[in-house]
């Protein structure tokens, strides 16, 4: 069946209890992502955005708003009634599908491929249901499957799902469990669903109850053993969340591992599952890159250095604790140690931003130059430009922003301060100490310093006055 159409429904209408939480399960992040955004990822390689049904329930306007723009379609289930209710959502949804994978919003390691194997098994078996099934190293708290045993041997058919309350104490032995993830003949499963009862003791309809009512008008239901368990860890607790969350970076640094970039110490990086890095990159150990940072080939990121959605060209070099966030950085340049770049800065290549530094919306052309102790808002500055140590743009006037320009192959010297709107000409040169607030044109000097008072032999009197008077007491 080549041409049968399938659909992707992910429930994720729950609140999460265990989680303890304001915040609804599914958009709680591993590896700087939602699950859910995990599992949509996945889902997304397997069908169009436009045949994937998110359930969404609880706290359902904040999860819509997260993910519409992945271009997937939502279902509401008003009422959090159990996994079995949460699918009868969408019987007119999935009305012209042949058949639905059913996967969790809260089960977010699991690979296309897998998702794939499961679609292919159900098709070539003609199964009415098919059930991705593992073996974890602890099965308590997943519903167990209970096989069909035949001669004493037990078959691929499933008799029934049962869940953790509901285990006998022979069924508590099982070690195979339900993934939570499923493929369902779409006509076998709605001919059906409306028999799920609640009769369990949480009271909700279990998608899982399925099982035995399908098995009971003779129709196939079939497991499929996950190649690896770890991919259908679900999340229920924030334990789980942090279990899954070392799970994935260790996917991810083993990837740029497998790609070319050095990694020292591995565990202590923190990198997150969108972020990319360019072959030759030595990462030194407790080095965090979040987000949507990508970055070159032939660079070197030192420890203790946080890159939030940075972009980072070739050969650049970040010294120990450098902060840079939502900006980008040209190829060769030198960042830190102990810089901060913060949101919309543009460092230009081969540029240098020295130990406590600090950018804001700031344009570093080519090979410019901040080495020490700046605070650098709003301003661009040109090629080549020098700009000392003590600098400081003053960017508010306690109302609104001002931009600074400075031109190429500029000097500014240490401890200026430079009231914005305020421009400095190409090769001009500003005087250490100035406070400069009128423009300063094209190589000109701009230099505020009052003159400087020397008075020969003052501290020998006063120190004799002070003598004198320690005398008389
Ligand atoms: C479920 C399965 C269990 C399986 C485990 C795998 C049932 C009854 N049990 O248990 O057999 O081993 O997953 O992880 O299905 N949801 C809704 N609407 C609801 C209730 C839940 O959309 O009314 C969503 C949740 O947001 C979650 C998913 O369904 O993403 C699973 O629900 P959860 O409560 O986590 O079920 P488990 O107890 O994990
Ligand atoms: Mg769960």
Redesign the pocket.
Known sequence: MPNSRFAIA????????RLKSKLP??LHQIAGRP?LGHVVRAASSIVAPADIFC????EAERVRAEFAPLGTRFIE?F????????LMQCRQALAGYDHVLVL????PLIRPETIAAVRDFHIAHAAAMTILTAEPLDPF????IVRRVEHGVSTDQVEA?V??KQLTPAQEKIGE?????YAFNVAELFSRIDQLSTD?PHG??????IVSILRRDGKPVLALPAAHSNE?????TRRELAQLDSILRERKTRELMDDGVTIFRPETVLIDADVTVGADTVIEPFVQLLGETTIGEDCLIRSYSVLTNARVGNRVRINHGTLVEDSTVGEAAILGPYSRIRPGSEIGPEAHVGNFVETKKAKLGRGAKANHLTYLGDVEIGERSNIGAGTITCNYDGVSKHKTVIGAGAFIGSDTTLVAPISIGNGAYVGAGSCITRDVPDDSLGLTRPELLIKEGWVTAKRAKMEAAKLKK
Not at 141 to 144: A, E, F, I, N, Q
């Open positions: 992910i429930l994720a209408a729950g609140k999460g209890t399960k599914v699950l359930i969404i329930g609880h289930q009422e959090q009634r159990g996994t079995g209710h949460a969790s919003g809260d089960v708290g997943y519903g167990r799902i869940e953790q469990i339900n993934s939570g993830i369990n909700e309809f279990y998608l899982t109850e259908v860890l679900g999340v229920n």
